[in-house]
């Protein structure tokens, strides 16, 4: 429903950021998902993607189910999108937003 009010870029990742599947998800625009990325999960490769491109993004929204280690630093606003199971025990603390999104 993001893409009803806003244009917001997707980079999938595992273990690294797919920048050959970078994708922007125009206002109003539907498309259907496709699955290029699987296997471990590593915060840093989005984390470091933005880091890099920091004067292009107001933020960086990660959609998880929080098992992973803590990622370095944001340079722009980071939050966490997961479900009720998953936020009430994440595998790191953070003082980031973590929004919950029931199923």
Known sequence: DLAKIATFTILPFDTVAREDKLTVWKKGQAKVWERVSMGGTCFNAPTDFV????????GLII????????PKPSKCQRMWATIPQYAENPYFSTNER??????
């Open 51 to 58: 880091n890099a491109h920091a004067d292009e993004y107001d």
């Open 98 to 103: 973590v929004l919950v999104m029931e199923r």
């Open 63 to 70: 959609l998880t189910d929080m098992e992973a280690p803590k």
